[in-house]
C-alpha cells in the first residue's frame, strides 16, 4: 500500500495513474479526502465548480466513497496518537501534514505525490528528518 | 500462471483501469483538474483549505 495525495487519488479513480507509481494499493489519509469532499460539497464558484457540478451521480458516489480496491482510505484512529506527537514535535503542523506522515511511517515510508506544488516546504524538511522518501510523479 | 497469480493480476487490472462509477464525462472532467485548464484553480483551492482551517493546515506559514 502506497499513501498518495490528492492529484493521485482522483487520478487513479480516472484509470489514469503515472506509469512510473509502484503497482501497489493507493491510500489516501482522510485530511486528503476531506480536501477532495470540499471540491464536491464546499463550491467556491468558479469553472471548477461549475465543473463539479457536472459530475453524473455516479461519478459524485465514486467520488465520495471510493472503492477499496481502487482508492483505500485510512482509519486515522490508529494513526492519530502517532500524528499528534509528530506534530507537536514540529511545532504544531496542522493536520493533513501529520497524519501523512504517520501514514507514511506505516506504509513504505514514502509519500506520493502527483503535484510538485501540493507538496510543501514543511513537509519536506519533516520527511527528510523522519526518514520518509517523498516522491513527485505526473 | 497459478490461480493466484491470476487473481492478482485481474485485481491489478481493475485497480488501473478506475472507478467504472465515473462516464467518460466524468474522467474527462476531472482530468481538468489535474492537469487540464482547471488545474491552477484546483491548486489554490487546495490551498485555500489549509488557509481557511488552522487545525487541517496548522499555524506556520510554512504548512500552508
Keep these: 500500500m502506497i499513501v498518495v495525495d490528492e492529484y493521485l487519488a482522483i487520478r487513479s479513480l480516472v484509470g489514469d495513474t503515472p506509469s512510473d507509481l509502484p503497482d501497489d494499493v493507493l491510500a489516501i489519509t482522510t485530511s486528503v479526502h476531506w480536501r477532495i469532499l470540499q471540491r464536491l460539497h464546499l463550491p467556491r464558484g468558479g469553472q471548477l465548480s461549475q465543473a463539479m457540478a457536472a459530475l453524473s451521480e455516479p461519478g459524485r458516489a465514486a467520488f465520495r466513497r471510493p472503492a477499496p480496491e481502487i482508492l483505500e482510505i485510512l482509519d486515522p ?14 511545532g504544531g503542523t496542522g493536520l493533513l501534514i501529520a497524519e501523512m506522515l504517520t501514514a507514511s511511517l506505516h506504509h513504505g ?3 506520493w505525490y502527483g503535484s510538485e506544488r501540493n507538496v510543501g516546504r514543511r513537509t519536506r524538511d519533516i520527511a527528510r528528518d523522519l526518514g520518509i522518501t517523498v516522491n513527485v510523479v505526473t | 500462471m497459478t490461480k493466484g497469480e491470476q487473481l492478482l493480476a485481474d485485481m491489478r487490472r481493475a485497480r488501473r483501469s478506475g472507478d467504472p462509477r465515473l462516464d467518460d464525462a466524468d474522467r474527462a472532467i476531472l482530468r481538468r483538474l489535474t492537469s487540464g485548464d482547471l488545474a491552477d484553480e484546483f491548486a489554490e483551492a487546495l490551498a485555500q483549505d489549509l488557509a481557511d482551517d488552522d487545525l487541517l493546515g496548522g499555524t506556520s506559514p510554512d504548512d500552508k
Excluded: G
Design chain 1, 77 to 90: 484512529r490508529p494513526l492519530l496518537d502517532q500524528a499528534a506527537e509528530i506534530s507537536a514535535a514540529y
Design chain 1, 109 to 111: 515510508r514514502t509519500l
